[in-house]
């Protein structure tokens, strides 16, 4: 949706794009409630084929229950649509803060309501969550002057282009779905233990993509699908690199400090009950492998975006297919001498193979966009990120050493290492003078300056 409303803007200014985005608001809501009530009349076959084994009051029950849930698909849509267009709008507050209402909804039900109402009400509550969501949306979507109207019309060139640009993006994410399912299936081969020590890893390392990552790719995609719809690419290509050397910053630090640190971190976060000693080793093996791939997701992420926002969503695909035959390729290479280890190591390599193979892509579609400024930024981040290493190992070494075992212990000596691991590569890539890094400090200063002149 953003690169085509970027599109719509330079072609036919704001007021285009309001229109084509109410246009989309009432295609998406009319098929939402075609949906509904097919669901609804359907509801009695749908709950038979998902759950073959309801009966009696608790076939009728689940019946019951996706019919009160079935609005939530449309106001999920509407959702969907407004968030697009306000970060179109390069406006983010709003979708960053349409969690706390969801999450609140809920969190009022379970404390107050959950006793009185049951599990029907919980059904409620989910439909509520997401009104909630677009309640937080409406002052940013007022603000960046948008007003519905009536707009119904299927012959939309636009709206064709969102539609035509859906099926690569669908099976792209199917594709990277699959390989999670051929890793779980191979890993179910070893001993016990392998999967969940794959899950576990993984989340571990999802959840540094999901905070850091995902956050600046949110931030960059709006602003990657402006610039190309300008008359040149020079602009796509300078938030390109941009892009690019702020993840380099960020993701090769956080491999090695994982790398480093997984022992303690996975011991912290997952280490008690029946999740034992046997576990944690078993998850700080492939939680190391995962890490080694962290920069190759990563940029494998950013560089797809960059080919969305070129209305290209055919060559993530297919990079999506390459990914899945080099991860089996490696699975069946590895599995033999690093048993998960190795199907961990595997999908690190594929992710990193395969974004090399969207920076040369990309090279061809868009011309030179001085990708050895970034090689350079990794190489000072690389080296202030392995002296940082050097000395939160030890340091770890020193702190687990002198104060003993114990939960709180072993946190406090994970975050004193963390801290001054950050610190220390924080300073050396301030001394390296690099851009990026002056970027966010004049950012910081102008933030804390207007925070000062209100007060």
Sequence with gaps: MIPVLSEVEAREGKEGKRSHTNNLLNIVSLISVVIIALAWVLSPNIIKVLAPGFEGEQFKLAVLMMRIGLPAIFFAGVQGVFRGYLQSELMFTESAASNFPFNFVYIFFLIFLSGIFGIKGLVVTSVLATVAQISIQIPGI???????????????????????????????????????????????????GSISALNYANRLVGLTTGIFISAIITVIFPMLSQEANRDSYDGLKKVTIHGINIILLITIPATIGMIVLANPIVKIVFERGAFDSTATYMTVGALIFYSVGLVGTALKTMLGRVYYSLQDT?????????????????????????AHRGLALATSISVIVTSVFLLFRLRKKIGAFGFSGSVKCGVKSLIAATVMGVVVYLLDGVLAKNMGSGTISELIALLVSAGVGVLIYSVLIYLFGMEEVDWVIKVAKDKLGKVIARV
Excluded: E, H, Q
Aim: glycine content about 6%; hydrophobic content about 50%; charged content about 20%.
């Design 314 to 338: 055919k060559t993530p695909m297919i990079n999506s297919f390459i990914t899945i035959g080099i991860n089996i390729v490696f699975n069946f290479a590895l599995i033999k001498f690093m």
């Design 142 to 192: 007022r603000k960046a002057g948008f007003g519905y109207k009536y707009i119904l019309d299927f012959k939309d060139r636009y709206v064709k282009k969102i539609i035509y640009l859906i099926p690569p993006v669908l099976i792209s994410v199917g594709v990277n779905d699959l390989n999670n399912i051929i890793d779980k299936s191979l890993a179910s081969t070893l001993v016990a």
